[in-house]
């Protein structure tokens, strides 16, 4: 095709589906940082035509390992791999990488593994010299403290705004203003009230521009030390508009009814692919504060707003409600489940409601949102 000349790769011999994957060496963007920033790994990862966008089918994790301990043992940590698509405003070839933010000073040692149905392959390990942090840290959240605290133990009062993330698909220049004037007020934390949306033309697939886009809002954020809640999923999206959603059968997805979006095996499976990509492409960013898994989730559909005890419902409506809220809090458990064993970095986990829980507060937890 004279119009679009690239690059590409021959296999000449036996077929490729029955070997191993192959990797390249593992480059670091930077060899020595400070304690608290993020490193950026990316490699090569050749698997056989395995799509690398969905874990099961080609699992490329990143080792990594602390610097040794006053008990003389080494810990290692293992980070999934995202892969990396180039934006359209900068074309290139994509490759896998990781994001690592190292707690303490010192010594670490980085390799990456690749594993696929065909066999598995380990990397050399690679230096990564750390020096002591100069920023705050993290927010985090102490046993037995009712308070959020950063890294250096400083106690984090999160006062902010919540911005819609809608403006910022094309230019992220309205965002950075908003910081800048934000924190110039003493603000410290923002909501994202429309998520930029990085799986949306089809299911398990990611968005270039936008995934690019959330790496800029995210760095903005940090450059002034502002902490965002970012919006995984938002019941608006599966109930008023499904018909754009990637996981509806209009868009070729799974789903035929907003209910099924909680139930669904294979919906299930697509979100927790999201999770584990947003977890290994942003998670290593000290400015996310937490990941809100839905946007009010009781919006989903009237049923989750029902009051189950209201004696104006018949027993099939009242126990149909029952089944509504049991569904959501067993899908918010299994999802921040995962996503906990994919962030390595121990962010928040949330879920947003417009329910009036004061309401609710007396009742067994089994019957709350």
Known sequence: DSGNIGSFVLYIGAGADEAPPEISTVTLNKS??????????????????????????????????????????????????????????????????????????????????????????????????VDAPVSAGFVRVRRGERQLRLDNGDVF????????????????????????????AGGNAARTQQMIAVERARAGRFDADAADMLDQVLRAAQARE??????????????????????????????????????????????????????????????????????????????????????CLSVNEADLCRRARRDAQEWADEMALSLRGMDQHRHLICVSTGADLEVDAERPRSDRL
């Open 32 to 129: 020595r940082i400070v304690a608290r920033d993020f490193v950026e790994g990316s490699l090569r990862v050749y698997a056989s035509g395995a799509n690398p966008f969905i874990l099961s089918e080609v699992a490329v994790v990143a080792e990594v390992a602390y610097p040794r301990g006053p008990d003389g043992e080494v810990s290692l940590k293992r980070l999934p791999c995202f892969f990396w698509e180039s934006p359209s405003r900068s074309p290139a070839e994509g490759e896998f990488r990781f994001r690592f933010a190292p707690p303490i000073e010192g010594v670490y040692g980085v390799r990456v593994a690749a594993v696929t149905a065909a066999g598995q392959t380990r990397g050399d390990a690679i230096p990564l010299r």
């Open 157 to 184: 009062l999160p006062v902010g705004a919540t911005f819609s993330a809608k403006t910022t698909t094309q230019n992220a220049e309205p965002l950075r203003v908003f910081f800048r004037e934000l924190a110039r």
């Open 226 to 311: 502002i902490y965002l809640i970012l919006t995984v999923e938002q019941a608006a999206a599966i109930s008023q508009n499904s018909a754009r959603h990637p996981y509806f059968r209009e868009m070729n997805g799974p789903l035929a009814a907003t209910p099924e979006f909680f139930r669904n095996v294979a919906v299930k499976k697509f979100f927790q692919n999201r999770l584990t990509y947003l977890a290994a492409r942003y998670g290593a960013f000290r400015s996310l504060l937490a990941w809100e898994l839905m946007d009010t989730i009781d919006d989903c559909w009237p049923t989750l707003k029902n009051d189950p005890d209201d004696r």
